[in-house]
């Protein structure tokens, strides 16, 4: 709607795992160089955490682009199963036929026969499993058995989880020690410092445009997202998102404080009084923040 008016050749904010708007932090490079090392030397397991909106399932979509053909992936994305049906699915990701026995040794057996075949052809199976904090002690342990498949000298499996803070909690449990002693790699991705925000931002619109985007954001505009996205990549994507179309409504090409006020107070729905009220009680003049502390 507003692509034209800004020079864009798409909207650049759109909350969907694009490895073409991947934005490579230091942190996230350094997340994505492990697990790409994870698979293609075959550690076996690696654990990613992160809060919701932290990027975790786009660094995911970009390492699978970077496996290409070298892989086979099953990626899981509703953990709210049972045990077998969580082997189903992971069968039917990767391709592998099943029957209708509901004999969870049967479907492991199928799918150690596929990866020894991918294997002996020199290409590696990844199972990457998305919101890790919905399974259950016994899913894990179904996990668990899928890390055994390995040969004497590599692991046959490479099993990438992904969830939010409280899968650690998860795993802490008793039963789930043979598990977490198979982890070669853990990160937690943090939300990015406001330098780093302000670069994601200007590298989104660059990708975006059809050659310079034709918009600003004012340091005071970018310091009220921050504040109030606390640098959470997905929050940061809804705010700026709304910021244009405000700035395209308004017709101006500069996003300042007053147009993201706007595009916050619109964001969410308040059900006791006007958010603007809210947003306008943020001091947010003469103020420097670096590294996502206010100083």
């Not at 040794?105 to 294997?119: D, G």
């Not at 002996?120 to 499993?129: L, S």
């Not at 006791?272 to 009680?281: A, H």
Request: net charge neutral.
């Amino acid at each position: 709607m507003y692509e034209s008016f800004f020079n864009l050749a798409c909207s650049p904010f759109q909350n969907t795992p694009n490895p073409r708007f991947f934005y490579e932090t230091e942190q996230h490079r350094e997340a994505l160089a492990k697990l790409e090392y994870t698979v293609r030397n075959r550690r076996g397991f690696a654990l990613i955490t992160g809060e919701i909106g932290s990027g975790k399932t786009t660094l995911i979509r970009t390492l699978m682009r970077r496996l290409g053909s070298d892989a086979r992936i099953a990626i899981v994305n509703n953990t709210r199963v049972s045990s077998e049906q969580l082997l189903r699915l992971i069968c039917q990701e990767l391709g592998v036929e099943v029957g209708p026995e509901k004999d969870k040794s049967v479907l492991i057996a199928q799918i150690k026969r596929f990866v020894e075949h991918q294997a002996a052809v020199g290409r590696n199976v990844v199972i990457i499993i998305d919101e890790g904090q919905c399974l259950s002690i016994d899913e894990f342990e179904e996990i668990r058995l899928l890390t055994n498949l390995e040969s004497e000298t590599e692991k046959l499996v490479q099993l990438l989880i992904l969830g939010q803070p409280e899968l650690r909690n998860t795993l802490r449990h008793p039963r789930l020690a043979p598990l977490i002693q198979r982890i070669c790699m853990y990160c937690h991705l943090q939300p990015m410092g406001f330098t780093d925000m302000t670069r994601y931002i200007a590298f989104r619109l660059v990708r975006a445009g059809k050659g310079r985007p034709n918009v600003d954001f004012s340091r005071e505009a970018l310091q009220m997202i921050y504040q109030y996205t606390k640098g959470i990549p997905r929050l940061v994507n809804l705010c700026c998102d709304n910021a244009l179309l405000a700035g395209y409504s308004n017709d101006t090409k500069l996003i300042d404080s007053g147009i993201v006020r706007r595009a916050i107070s619109q964001m969410m729905p308040n059900f006791e009084g006007q958010m603007t009220d809210i947003v306008e009680e943020w001091p947010v003049q003469n103020q420097e923040i670096e590294d996502g502390r206010r100083i």
